[in-house]
């Protein structure tokens, strides 16, 4: 679902890109800026399963916080060095690396760029991850104490027919009863 959700900033960069390059009074558009512009949020839904998948090896729990912490940092800076490898190469296929700049020194440049925003979006992909699943944890709570509300009100109520019944029983049955003997001839 968060994967998908990278749609929307995806759509609204391009769109945005797109509007720029409208309002600077270009003729025409570079589409190749557009494409980019949106390609790179899709690129970040493609690695959002990894703050997924440490947030279930790794859930936050008042012990083992130091493995928490350094999961989620090493998550956080692959996310960061993936999504800016993909946003690279992506510049490399539509031409958009200057030409004087070397790969290196325009990798680093990325990395150093891209750096703080991916360790914000990981930490605010995990903070909604663990979120979603606290409430649903809550919620399942919430069923089962219901259930056993349920369970008990039952319970209750079969503990008052158990009184009940023994009386009705012994109502019913202890009346005397009359038997009639027919004078037998002996």
């Not at 790794?58 to 800076?77: D, E, N, T």
């Amino acid at each position: 679902m968060i994967s998908g959700a990278c749609v929307v900033p995806a759509l609204l960069n391009a769109f945005t890109s797109y509007l720029s390059a409208r309002v600077a009074g270009r003729a025409s558009t570079d589409w190749s800026t557009v494409v980019f512009a949106g390609a790179i949020w899709l690129c970040f839904g493609f690695i959002t399963p990894i703050p997924y998948v440490l947030a279930r090896r790794y859930p936050l729990r008042s012990v083992g916080i130091k493995r928490f912490l350094q999961a989620h940092l090493s998550g956080a800076l692959l996310l960061c060095f993936l999504w800016t490898s993909l946003g690279v190469s992506m510049a490399l296929l539509l031409n958009r690396k200057p030409a004087f700049e070397s790969l290196p020194r325009y990798s680093a440049s990325w990395i150093l760029l891209n750096l703080p925003w991916s360790i914000f979006l990981y930490f605010a992909v995990l903070g909604s991850i663990y979120a979603f699943t606290y409430y649903r944890e809550a919620r399942e709570r919430e069923a089962q104490q219901a259930q056993l509300t349920a369970q008990l009100a039952e319970a209750r109520l079969g503990a008052l027919r158990m009184q009940l019944n023994p009386h009705f029983l012994f109502n019913r049955f202890a009346q005397p009863t009359i038997c009639c003997s027919l004078p037998t001839d002996n």
